[in-house]
């Protein structure tokens, strides 16, 4: 199970609205990401030091700790890298 998947868990159903208003994006763009498992390539890309997104952190906070930022990019990153390799 993905750390993302268990941040679903955690959250429940309408913890997808609340991701949604925390990372203002839309529910079905949320679902999105829960059902796949996986946050969108723009946590892991980053511009002059920073990340074009901070998604995990909201989901950080969300869960009380139970699911980190850290866990949330190392899998998108391994996740990535693997569809890399594969193609």
Not at 15 to 43: H, I, M, Q, Y
Not at 61 to 79: C, K, P, S
Request: net charge positive; charged share 25%; glycine share 10%.
């Amino acid at each position: 199970m993905t750390s993302l998947k268990k941040a679903h868990k955690i959250l429940g159903y309408g913890g997808l609205s609340e991701v949604a208003k925390g990372c203002n994006r839309s529910v079905p763009a949320v679902k999105k990401w829960f059902d796949a498992g996986f946050l969108p390539e723009t946590e892991i890309i980053e511009v002059f030091g920073q990340r074009k997104t901070s998604y995990g952190v909201v989901i950080e906070t969300l869960t009380g700790g139970q699911v980190t930022d850290a866990q949330l990019r190392q899998e998108n990153y391994e996740y990535r890298q693997s569809k890399k390799s594969a193609a």
